[in-house]
Structure formats: C-alpha cells, structure tokens
C-alpha cells in the first residue's frame, strides 16, 4: 500500500507559477512511476504528466508542454510539478498517482494508488 498527500494548491494569478508536491509513504518509492493528473469542474480527469522511476524520463500533455515540469527526489520519496504561466484553464483538482508499471505509464487504469488531490484555482 501506498499513501499519497499532495500539497502546494491554491488561489494564482493567471502568468503566475506555483509548485505541487506529492509525498509518498514508502521506502520503495523508487519502485514506483508516477503521475500528475487533473480534474476540471465538469470534466474528466485527464492526464498531465508522468515521470519514470528514476527519474529519467518524462512524459507531458501536450496542453502543458512547455510550462509544467515534473521531477521526483527519491531520497526524499516525493515528486514535484512545476507550473508555470499558469492559465484560467489550469484550473482543476491535481492529483498525482503511484504506478507498478515499468516504464512510463499514461493511462489513469495504469496507475495503481491515488492522492486525494489539492486545488488549483488560477485568476484571470
């Protein structure tokens, strides 16, 4: 079992930046995949960005190339996404997830334990 809290939400302004970090309870963190993913008022969830064990390889959603960036520090047990210029449309519920799978899973039916999620509520 896997527990995950995130935690760095809350109220920007549109072209601001925040960070969202999401910290794990097991040692074997390492062992895990993860994901950001997010969900909007009235949308589904959607996928936002992946990131391999180590760390090596990374994956993002063509709607925040280019200004989220996902990194993890295993000796902390914790992964990161950086948003930057953040838009109106960034507004959503982000939840990051923990994946057996090797490689870099991008699938929500991938990814085996969940956060509950932090708020992100960006102003125009």
């Known amino acids: 079992q896997v527990q995950l809290l995130e935690s760095g939400g809350g109220l920007v302004q549109a072209g601001g930046s925040l960070r969202l970090s999401c910290a794990a309870s097991r040692r074997t963190f390492s062992s895990y995949a993860m994901g950001w993913f997010r969900q909007a008022p009235g949308k589904e969830r959607e996928f936002v960005a992946a990131i391999s064990r180590r760390g090596a390889r990374t994956y993002y959603a063509d709607s925040v190339k280019g200004r989220f960036t996902v990194s993890r520090d295993n000796a902390e047990n914790t992964v990161y996404l950086q948003i930057q210029s953040v838009k109106p449309e960034d507004t959503a519920v982000y939840s990051c997830?923990?994946?057996?799978?090797?490689?870099?899973?991008?699938?929500?039916?991938?990814?085996?334990?969940w956060g509950q999620g932090t708020q992100v509520t960006v102003s125009s």
């Open positions: 997830a923990a994946s057996g799978d090797v490689g870099l899973p991008l699938r929500q039916s991938d990814y085996d334990y």
